[in-house]
Structures are given as structure tokens and as C-alpha cells.
């Protein structure tokens, strides 16, 4: 049951970094990022 | 009570705790580093950042929380950490990048860069409210770990939980908890996992023991489902995503390590180790609380107390040693860096932005320091009386729901103070009404079955939305306007 409940749990955050991902380079694909002077 | 566990817990904590505190010191005082206490210098690596970034939302919630929450509704308590994840998403992604360049100390100095003064001040001191409201969570949660592992009465534990958080933050701040947090992650796997697997070898048919025990009977076979039952997916889960999403990427305490990071970069790639981390830790809590449940003698104690007190019967010395150990470096984590938020938003937002604009780092450290100090012993004091974990941390995290969209649109669309005033104002007072009148019967509804976060999240966005049709004001800080105006000046020019 454990490794049913990790997979499955691995499968979830899984999908929801690549959505994050996804939508995040979709974005950046029309407007380049700006991080701006980055390091101090 | 076991003394010698107790002791080797103690020898731990002093050593990693005060050690590295006293060698920062000795290091930091040869160099000077400016605004080292509350944001590094702004030079964190990624070695310290994802620790940090981890374990300032993993403490308290994610271990007794969980353990009460999947007792109670089963697998499907596992969404309060997918919910993490997706607050990481947010804030590696988004509004940890956007805070960094900005390169301010507090949230309520960025909201103040958008909406001026009043408005940066008003969400300064909601959110010092909110993170204090943590805080006592957190520091009720060191003290149940204690209180169920030795065996001493609550309020002594949370006394000596509370000093021992002092002494974490207190000594260097936020380098201090960036490097105790390194070895305390590794502590903190090691020791859930141990834990886990010790729990597993005591029963009859390892896990599948537990399984088979939910699935016997019809009315708890849901227990074993992630997704649960559909009414609780809404009432719990999808609650838990929008009030820790929207409160998590805004909130002081989770924004202080991005803050501090060397670079924007740094914080995005952090995304890929801190979501999985944090995330998975969820599964061993649920499972052990799953656990507990099914067996009848630890059942019968109820949720706060079956799982706790089925690992310190069941775990030999050395595993009860490093999971006592390792929970509360994750408590005191949380507890460290949500007392180091409240005294850096009352160093910075109120002592230098409102008293003494020419204040010395030097005085706003020392201010930051005994804020912390105060704030600590306020919580200890609170923390005795606290019932449900996750439904108080949800209700404290739907206060901060509107500042996100606050952020959002001052970033990108329009800016006016008197929008920004007014969404706050509506959206606290329906916060609150929907809490403590009946107007969740006005919409057929109860405050239980629609939770704080779904009404603070529409009412703040409609508001925002809406005010910003409405009313005049200047365009969003990095929004095309704005740089299109920035562009046409310097031409001008």
C-alpha cells in the first residue's frame, strides 16, 4: 500500500511541476524574462 | 519517560542549533555583511536555499497535521502536500523570482514599492497577525512531539520547544537556519523513513495489512483513495490548494529564503527539489497515520494522540532518538523562520519605514532580534490552547489570499492604493462574517462545506478586478505601459 500511495503521490506533484513548467515557458516563449541586474 | 533519547535529541539540537550559530557569528563578524540577519546578504547558494525553501513549509502540519487529517479523512489528507506543491510552483516560478528583483526585505516593502505607504503598512500588519497565527501552531506542534515522546506535561514541552526556536534564529538568523536546515533535511528523511520502515516490520502483513483493513468495510474504503470521496476533494482538497497556493507564495516566512538568494536563476531551478522533498514527505505521515487508525488499541485514543503514540510504543531507542530529532528540526525550522518574517516585517516595515528611516542595519537587527524574542514568547504562551492544525492554518492562510492578487495586478496590469484599500477592507470583513455569522446560509451553503480560501480568493479577485475598471491609477509596475512610458522619457529626455 505504501508504494501505491508514494507512485501515486510522485505522479501528482509530477503533473503539477510540468503544468507549472509548461505554462511558465509557454509564457516566457512570447516575452524573453527579465530578471533584471540579477546578482548584487 | 526515556531519559536517554531525551538526552541525545538535546546533545543534537544544542550542537547544531548553537554550534553553527557561534560560528557565523565568529565568520560574519570578520566580514560585515550589511543585511545579514534577515536576508543573508543576499548571497544564499543553492545548497542553503533548498533546504530552507523546504523546510519552511514543511513543519508542523505536514507531520501532526497529517497524522490527525488522514486518521480522520484517510489518503486523501495527501493533498495538503500536493497543495505544497503547487504553492512551490508559484513561488520558485513566480513570485519568488519577482520579490528577488525587486530586491526588497519584507512583501509589505514590495506592496508599498506598488501602493505606497499605507497600503504596504496595512498588509504589513495583516500579515504579521497571520504569521504569528502560524507561529503558535507551530510551536503547539514542537510541544505535542515532546509532550508525546517523554512524556512531560504539554506546557513544559512547549516552553522548551519555543526556547529551543528562539535560540535557532536568534543566534546568526537567516544563514543560521539556512545551515542548520541542510543537515537537519537529512535528518529529517532519514528519520521518517526509518520510522516508517520500523512501523511496517511490526506489523503482521507489512502495509498490506492496513489496506486490507479499509477495504473489509464498505464505509472506510475510501480511506485508501487519494482522491477520496468527491464532497471531501472539495471541502478539503481543492480547499487546501487555493488557500496554501495563495497564501504560501505571498506569505513573509515562504518568500524570505527567495529573497535571500544569490540569484532569480537559482530560485527557479530550486523548483525541481524542493516540490518532490516536500512534497513526498506527506506520504509517510499519511501512511502512518493510515496505520494507526487500523489498529484498534491506537484507534481508540482518537486523532491527535493514535499515530505519536503508536511510533513511541513501537520504535526502538535509536529510531524514536533521530524521528524525535528530525520532527522537531522541521518544527523548529517553520518555527524559526515564521518568528524571523514577524521581527523582519516589523524591523523593516515599521521601525525603519515608519520611526527611523535612517536606522543602521546594526539597530534594525537588534530590533528584528527582540521582536523575535517577543513574538516567541507570546506564542508559547498561546500555543496550550489551539485545537485542529490544518483548519486553523487554513483559516489564518485565507487572510492573505487577496495580497496575491494585489501583487499580481500592481506587477502587471494597474496600481491604485485606494483599489488596493478597498479589495483588503471587503475582503477581510466577508472573511470574517463568513466565519462568525450565518452568512454561509444565505448561499445554502455552511462554512465547513466552503471553506475561508474559496471566499477570500473570489471576493479579492472580483474587487480587484472590478476596481481596477473603475478607478484610475497607474499602470502596473513591469506592466507594457509602464515600460512603454519609461521608454517615451528617456527618449524625451
Same mark, same amino acid.
Given at each position: 500500500?505504501?508504494?501505491?500511495?508514494?507512485?501515486? $503521490?510522485?505522479?501528482?506533484? $509530477?503533473?503539477?511541476?510540468?503544468?507549472?513548467?509548461?505554462?511558465?515557458? $509557454?509564457?516566457?516563449?512570447?516575452?524573453?524574462?527579465?530578471?533584471?541586474?540579477?546578482?548584487? | 519517560?526515556?531519559?536517554?533519547?531525551?538526552?541525545?535529541?538535546?546533545?543534537?539540537?544544542?550542537?547544531?542549533?548553537?554550534?553553527?550559530?557561534?560560528?557565523?557569528?565568529?565568520?560574519?563578524?570578520?566580514?560585515?555583511?550589511?543585511?545579514?540577519?534577515?536576508?543573508?546578504?543576499?548571497?544564499?547558494?543553492?545548497?542553503?536555499?533548498?533546504?530552507?525553501?523546504?523546510?519552511?513549509?514543511?513543519?508542523?502540519?505536514?507531520?501532526?497535521?497529517?497524522?490527525?487529517?488522514?486518521?480522520?479523512?484517510?489518503?486523501? #489528507?495527501?493533498?495538503?502536500?500536493?497543495?505544497?506543491?503547487?504553492?512551490?510552483?508559484?513561488?520558485?516560478?513566480?513570485?519568488?523570482?519577482?520579490?528577488?528583483?525587486?530586491?526588497?526585505?519584507?512583501?509589505?516593502?514590495?506592496?508599498?514599492?506598488?501602493? /505606497?505607504?499605507?497600503?504596504?503598512?496595512?498588509?504589513?500588519?495583516?500579515?504579521?497577525?497571520?504569521?504569528?497565527?502560524?507561529?503558535?501552531?507551530?510551536?503547539?506542534?514542537?510541544?505535542?512531539?515532546?509532550?508525546?515522546?517523554?512524556?512531560?506535561?504539554?506546557?513544559?514541552?512547549?516552553?522548551?520547544?519555543?526556547?529551543?526556536?528562539?535560540?535557532?534564529?536568534?543566534?546568526?538568523?537567516?544563514?543560521?537556519?539556512?545551515?542548520?536546515?541542510?543537515?537537519?533535511?537529512?535528518?529529517?528523511?532519514?528519520?521518517?523513513?526509518?520510522?516508517?520502515?520500523?512501523?511496517?516490520?511490526?506489523?503482521?502483513?507489512?502495509?498490506?495489512?492496513?489496506?486490507?483493513?479499509?477495504?473489509?468495510?464498505?464505509?472506510?474504503?475510501?480511506?485508501?483513495?487519494?482522491?477520496?470521496?468527491?464532497?471531501?476533494?472539495?471541502?478539503?482538497?481543492?480547499?487546501?490548494?487555493?488557500?496554501?497556493?495563495?497564501?504560501?507564495?505571498?506569505?513573509?516566512?515562504?518568500?524570505?529564503?527567495?529573497?535571500?538568494?544569490?540569484?532569480?536563476?537559482?530560485?527557479?531551478?530550486?523548483?525541481?527539489?524542493?516540490?518532490?522533498?516536500?512534497?513526498?514527505?506527506?506520504?509517510?505521515?499519511?501512511?502512518?497515520?493510515?496505520?494507526?487508525?487500523?489498529?484498534?488499541?491506537? #484507534?481508540?485514543?482518537?486523532?491527535?494522540?493514535?499515530?505519536?503514540?503508536?511510533?513511541?510504543?513501537?520504535?526502538?531507542?535509536?529510531?524514536?532518538?533521530?524521528?524525535? #530529532?528530525?520532527?522537531?528540526?522541521?518544527?523548529?525550522?517553520?518555527?524559526?523562520?515564521?518568528?524571523?518574517?514577524?521581527?523582519?516585517?516589523?524591523?523593516?516595515?515599521?521601525?525603519?519605514?515608519?520611526?527611523?528611516?535612517?536606522?543602521?542595519?546594526?539597530?534594525?537587527?537588534?530590533?528584528?532580534?527582540?521582536?523575535?524574542?517577543?513574538?516567541?514568547?507570546?506564542?508559547?504562551?498561546?500555543?496550550?490552547?489551539?485545537?485542529?492544525?490544518?483548519?486553523?492554518?487554513?483559516?489564518?492562510?485565507?487572510?492573505?489570499?487577496?495580497?496575491?492578487?494585489?501583487?499580481?495586478?500592481?506587477?502587471?496590469?494597474?496600481?491604485?492604493?485606494?483599489?488596493?484599500?478597498?479589495?483588503?477592507?471587503?475582503?477581510?470583513?466577508?472573511?470574517?462574517?463568513?466565519?462568525?455569522?450565518?452568512?454561509?446560509?444565505?448561499?445554502?451553503?455552511?462554512?465547513?462545506?466552503?471553506?475561508? /480560501?474559496?471566499?477570500?480568493?473570489?471576493?479579492?479577485?472580483?474587487?480587484?478586478?472590478?476596481?481596477?475598471?473603475?478607478?484610475?491609477?497607474?499602470?502596473?509596475?513591469?506592466?507594457?505601459?509602464?515600460?512603454?512610458?519609461?521608454?517615451?522619457?528617456?527618449?524625451?529626455?
Amino acid at each position: 500500500m505504501f508504494w501505491m500511495l508514494f507512485l501515486k $503521490a510522485l505522479g501528482v506533484i $509530477a503533473v503539477i511541476v510540468l503544468i507549472g513548467e509548461g505554462v511558465f515557458w $509557454a509564457y516566457h516563449a512570447k516575452h524573453p524574462i527579465d530578471d533584471g541586474d540579477d546578482e548584487d | 519517560m526515556r531519559t536517554d533519547v531525551i538526552i541525545m535529541v538535546l546533545i543534537y539540537e544544542v550542537l547544531v542549533v548553537i554550534g553553527i550559530g557561534v560560528l557565523l557569528i565568529i565568520r560574519d563578524r570578520k566580514k560585515n555583511t550589511g543585511d545579514s540577519f534577515a536576508v543573508a546578504g543576499r548571497s544564499m547558494g543553492f545548497g542553503l536555499l533548498v533546504p530552507t525553501m523546504t523546510l519552511t513549509a514543511l513543519g508542523n502540519p505536514h507531520i501532526v497535521g497529517l497524522f490527525e487529517m488522514s486518521y480522520g479523512m484517510g489518503a486523501v #489528507a495527501l493533498w495538503f502536500a500536493f497543495a505544497n506543491t503547487v504553492h512551490f510552483v508559484i513561488l520558485c516560478l513566480c513570485t519568488g523570482p519577482w520579490l528577488r528583483k525587486m530586491k526588497v526585505a519584507t512583501v509589505g516593502e514590495a506592496l508599498d514599492n506598488l501602493y /505606497g505607504k499605507k497600503v504596504g503598512l496595512g498588509i504589513s500588519c495583516a500579515m504579521s497577525g497571520v504569521t504569528f497565527g502560524v507561529l503558535t501552531v507551530e510551536c503547539q506542534g514542537v510541544g505535542i512531539i515532546i509532550n508525546a515522546l517523554t512524556g512531560w506535561d504539554l506546557s513544559i514541552a512547549i516552553v522548551v520547544g519555543g526556547v529551543f526556536g528562539m535560540l535557532y534564529v536568534l543566534l546568526a538568523g537567516m544563514k543560521q537556519v539556512g545551515s542548520v536546515n541542510m543537515i537537519n533535511l537529512v535528518i529529517l528523511y532519514i528519520g521518517i523513513v526509518a520510522a516508517t520502515i520500523c512501523i511496517a516490520m511490526t506489523l503482521g502483513g507489512g502495509f498490506d495489512s492496513v489496506r486490507a483493513y479499509y477495504e473489509s468495510d464498505v464505509t472506510t474504503r475510501f480511506m485508501t483513495n487519494v482522491f477520496g470521496t468527491p464532497s471531501l476533494w472539495f471541502s478539503f482538497a481543492l480547499a487546501n490548494i487555493i488557500s496554501v497556493a495563495f497564501y504560501g507564495p505571498i506569505s513573509q516566512a515562504n518568500t524570505q529564503a527567495p529573497m535571500s538568494a544569490k540569484n532569480t536563476k537559482m530560485i527557479r531551478r530550486a523548483l525541481w527539489i524542493v516540490a518532490p522533498i516536500n512534497g513526498l514527505f506527506g506520504v509517510f505521515s499519511v501512511m502512518l497515520g493510515l496505520t494507526a487508525r487500523s489498529i484498534p488499541e491506537y #484507534a481508540e485514543l482518537g486523532a491527535t494522540s493514535a499515530a505519536i503514540t503508536m511510533l513511541v510504543d513501537r520504535l526502538p531507542n535509536w529510531v524514536c532518538a533521530l524521528l524525535l #530529532a528530525s520532527c522537531m528540526a522541521a518544527c523548529l525550522s517553520s518555527f524559526a523562520m515564521t518568528s524571523l518574517g514577524c521581527g523582519t516585517m516589523f524591523g523593516y516595515d515599521i521601525f525603519k519605514g515608519l520611526y527611523k528611516p535612517d536606522a543602521t542595519d546594526k539597530q534594525v537587527t537588534l530590533v528584528i532580534r527582540i521582536v523575535v524574542v517577543v513574538v516567541c514568547v507570546a506564542a508559547i504562551s498561546i500555543a496550550v490552547g489551539i485545537s485542529s492544525i490544518i483548519g486553523a492554518m487554513n483559516w489564518v492562510f485565507a487572510w492573505i489570499v487577496p495580497v496575491f492578487w494585489l501583487f499580481l495586478f500592481g506587477l502587471f496590469w494597474k496600481r491604485s492604493s485606494k483599489v488596493a484599500g478597498w479589495t483588503l477592507g471587503i475582503t477581510w470583513i466577508v472573511n470574517c462574517l463568513w466565519s462568525l455569522t450565518g452568512l454561509p446560509a444565505l448561499f445554502g451553503t455552511t462554512a465547513d462545506a466552503v471553506p475561508n /480560501g474559496y471566499v477570500t480568493l473570489v471576493v479579492g479577485l472580483v474587487c480587484c478586478i472590478i476596481g481596477n475598471l473603475i478607478v484610475k491609477g497607474q499602470p502596473g509596475l513591469w506592466s507594457k505601459r509602464a515600460k512603454a512610458l519609461q521608454r517615451q522619457s528617456i527618449s524625451n529626455a
